[in-house]
């Protein structure tokens, strides 16, 4: 009889990990009914769904590199989760732009867009957002098949780009903050950069190598002592 292993992983540390990602929503939600907001609560609610947006989204595009360079396959199952809760986050920073900043004035809106580039570049990065929640499902894997998901997921690069860039055009003055988050997502891009230029020359190599021909005449029992033949 065989005894199923404890998943650890899944009865512990997902469920921690999901409650831990909804703490910011929840300080955020204690500190604005309690007051404890700045005199400028729409903008502070702006500004902590939209870091936290950035955040998840540079934990998302760090676990693959944590997972190869550490060796914890177990690591790919949060993708999904944190790739979902940068979603959730970015909804609500864009909620708060559209409801609580311009109350539903599309006008308004869209002369944003077309005269500040830090909106126009977070407008779009969201817009690319969309398919990619829509189709964290396994159903939705199934139906569009593994390369088509897969290529339709790698727009996260493209978002987390987008992501700092609307970051460091918005703050504009001090760009400490935004520098470190442009250098970690530069290093995690770059190191899967890295393992595509190895991976490719790998398969490249491997594509040069000829077996030996099949209707090549054996050789002897006695030449095969005196002319070994090497397999590569």
Do not use: C
């Not at 900043?101 to 944003?112: P, R, S």
């Not at 390369?147 to 790698?154: Q, Y």
């Not at 700092?164 to 442009?182: G, M, N, S």
């Amino acid at each position: 009889m065989t005894t199923q292993r404890f998943d650890w992983v899944g009865t512990i540390v997902k469920p921690a990990v999901f409650t831990a990602a909804l703490v910011p929503l929840a300080a955020l939600a204690w500190n604005f009914f309690h007051d404890r907001l700045s005199a400028n609560p729409i903008a502070d609610i702006t500004n902590a769904t939209g870091i936290w947006t950035l955040r998840f989204l540079v934990i998302t595009l760090a676990i693959t590199p944590a997972r190869k360079l550490a060796k914890l396959s177990w690591l790919s199952r949060f993708r999904r989760m944190t790739g979902v809760f940068a979603f959730f986050y970015a909804a609500l920073h864009f909620t708060t732009y559209i409801w609580l900043d311009k109350f539903f004035e599309w006008q308004e809106m869209f002369d944003d867009v077309a005269k500040r580039k830090f909106i126009a570049i977070g407008f779009a990065s969201f817009v690319l957002l969309i398919p990619l929640a829509l189709t964290s499902f396994n159903k939705a894997q199934k139906w569009l098949g593994g390369k088509r998901w897969n290529a339709l997921h790698r727009l996260t690069y493209l978002i987390g780009i987008g992501g700092v860039v609307h970051f460091i055009w918005r703050v504009k003055a001090d760009l400490r903050e935004p520098t470190i988050y442009a250098v970690v997502v530069g290093v995690l891009l770059l190191l899967r950069l890295w393992w595509l230029i190895a991976q490719t020359r790998w398969f490249s190599h491997a594509g040069q190598r000829k077996p030996l021909q099949s209707s090549q005449t054996s050789p002897s029992a006695s030449q095969s002592f005196s002319n070994p033949v090497v397999r590569l």
